[in-house]
């Protein structure tokens, strides 16, 4: 198998992830199910190390886009993916009660507003927003919902 680079499309088709033919080549084994054996057995010329570097190349690469990717939702929302503090848990729970908005809430604590939702939840707090807010937070997680079980049902799809 030659090892030139190839490219490997992500969700986000104008992301191009660069990987070695051999790598796309058994990465699309595995994802076809099979075993380590059954690699093996239909390319004498791969071994085990191979495989396991295969799964490291892929790794490493989508790590790095992983923080780069947090690194420009950081730029944006401060306090994106680090942990919540008891004072912002405080502030949440306070900026609520004083009838604040997801959106609102989201600026002033510096987190994106999905982030803000499932601490609401969370903090079992959705009862104490307004009724308003209540609502359009319901027809947010609704469509999330609908969109996730529409992908699972697309990947459990292309499965068969």
Known sequence: ?????????????????VLSAKTIAVMEMIAQGRSYEQILHACPALTYRDIFDAAHEVLSKTKSRGAS????IRRRHARAYQKWTPEEESQLQKLILDGRTVAQIAGRLQRQRGAIRSRIIRLGLV????TKEQERMRRILARERRSITGELDQSVGNRK
């Open 1 to 17: 198998m030659a090892s030139e680079p190839q490219h490997s499309r992500e969700r986000d088709p104008s992301a191009v992830l």
């Open 69 to 72: 990717r947090i690194a420009k």
């Open 127 to 130: 009862e104490k927003l307004s």
